[in-house]
């Protein structure tokens, strides 16, 4: 999973540096699909009535696990 988790979060975080800005809820709604192609990776039921900023928090955490490494290999 390491490789896979760095490479979803590699591609969300330019996501979010290149689409962020001009289309906030579009990058949200595209980078929390980028981690549900992750087996593992679990949101939450109430994921739709977070707040933009809320959820934009959560994925730049995952974001940061994943290019940091902070996540267990096995």
Do not use: C
């Not at 999973?1 to 591609?11: C, F």
């Not at 975080?13 to 990776?41: C, H, M, V």
């Not at 707040?51 to 995952?62: A, M, P, Q, Y």
Request: glycine share 10%.
């Amino acid at each position: 999973m390491g490789d896979h988790l760095k490479t979803v979060s590699m591609v969300s975080a330019l996501f979010a540096i290149t689409e962020g800005d001009k289309n906030p809820e579009g990058s949200i709604e595209y980078r929390a699909k980028f981690y549900k192609t992750i087996p593992g990776i679990i949101f939450p039921g109430d994921w739709d009535e977070l707040s933009l900023e809320e959820k934009k928090k959560r994925l730049d955490k995952l974001d940061s696990l994943g290019l940091k490494g902070e996540h267990n290999e096995n």
